[in-house]
């Protein structure tokens, strides 16, 4: 076997396919609902404390960046229940087949930014 093969590997030319790219993005979503925890936390403990650090709170989340954190927040959890879902059905032997599997990644990142863009412009 005298097979060359790469000294390097090139990450930005592989390819992955959808229900990888799913996978890792539910990853990256519980990855990023556990490292939010604390401030969605600190921010329950300051709408219920008093009414001055609710409206201080309130003042605070008018501003267009907090908005677009709690928009990735939306997304994030939205996404991480719609992939948690659709593995608990492969789990189940539910579309496990390529085919299938293939078709139900496309459904979770449609329905989620789906329902990201209804709630986010409902919240918003």
């Not at 990450?11 to 890792?24: D, E, K, T």
């Not at 990855?31 to 329950?44: G, N, R, S, T």
């Not at 449609?110 to 863009?117: A, E, K, Q, R």
Request: hydrophobic content about 55%; charged content about 10%; some cysteine.
């Amino acid at each position: 076997m005298t097979k060359q093969r790469p000294k390097h590997l090139a990450l930005h030319q592989i390819r992955l396919p959808l229900p990888g790219l799913v996978s890792i993005l539910h990853r990256a979503s519980g990855l990023l609902l556990f490292l939010a925890l604390p401030l969605l936390l600190l921010m329950l403990q300051s709408s219920l404390r008093s009414i001055e650090t609710y409206t201080r709170l309130r003042g605070m989340l008018q501003y267009p960046l907090s908005k677009l954190i709690l928009l990735v927040l939306l997304w994030a959890f939205l996404h991480h229940l719609c992939a948690g879902i659709r593995f608990l059905g492969i789990d189940l032997h539910y579309g496990a087949k390529l085919a299938q599997a293939r078709a139900s990644s496309r459904w979770v990142l449609i329905v989620s930014l789906s329902l990201t863009v209804l709630l986010g412009a409902w919240l918003w």
